[in-house]
């Protein structure tokens, strides 16, 4: 029974190190691919045009289509995992171009410094929800609500107030709300772990991987918004 135990306990490890070796390596691409995109000023300009002309549209763009991509890579995970990593490498390209905007807007000091907070942030946070034997999914509710009254006045921020000192507040709310995600995400990969086939680990690795992405994405743009010039 010990011995049963101790098997399933290293099995888990295994998964969650991957999860967040793909985490890590899903962030670092995100970044790249968004530097690379800044670079190319002749290609990425009239789509930058094109979203401040179409806020509304644009902003519906940039949520559906990752979200498709998402889709996409959980009905590939128990099929294919060279399928699902291209899903992936897609989804995350996606999701390149709202990065794009970070590098025209704030300096690389201030992106590096956001970074390194992030980053802490986020170990800090992931390493609570790994640990903790506090049962999290009580705060998945709060968390949803929360997430969904974000996006609700961040839209109505965006098409009528137009107010800084909203967009303040919205970007603090949002990095409460993604520091609460991390650390219920990483909980979550206790129950993943035990509910798939060990066939399939790899590719859900990745899919595992999507939402800890998000959370730190979402949290590394919400602090930039506040302390990226120096405010």
């Not at 992936?88 to 171009?97: E, N, T």
Request: proline residues 2%.
């Amino acid at each position: 029974m010990q011995s049963m135990e101790k098997t399933q306990t290293s099995g888990f490890a295994k998964f969650a190190s991957l999860v967040y070796l793909y985490t890590g390596l899903g962030i670092t691409f995100w970044m790249l691919s968004a530097f690379a995109l800044s670079k190319n000023q002749a290609f990425v300009f009239p789509i930058l045009q094109w979203t401040a002309r179409h806020g509304f549209l644009s902003f519906m763009v940039m949520l559906i289509v990752p979200v498709m991509l998402i889709y996409l890579c959980q009905a590939m995970a128990q099929r294919s995992y060279f399928l699902t990593f291209v899903c992936y490498l897609a989804f995350l390209f996606a999701l390149s171009f709202i990065g794009v905007p970070l590098f025209f807007a704030y300096s690389a000091t201030a992106i590096m410094r956001a970074l390194a907070i992030s980053s802490v942030t986020f170990i800090v946070m992931a390493g609570y929800g790994y640990l903790t034997k506090t049962n999290l999914m009580s705060w998945n509710r709060t968390l949803t609500v929360g997430l969904i009254a974000v996006i609700v006045v961040s839209l109505l921020n965006l098409l009528l107030f137009k107010s800084s000192l909203g967009q303040l507040l919205i970007s603090v709310v949002t990095i409460i709300l993604f520091m609460g995600y991390i650390a219920l995400d990483s909980q979550s990969l206790k129950r993943i772990y035990q509910t798939v086939p060990s066939s399939s680990l790899g590719a859900i690795a990745l899919v595992a991987s999507v939402n800890l992405v998000l959370d730190f994405i979402n949290m590394l743009t919400s602090i930039l918004a506040i302390f990226g010039n120096d405010n």
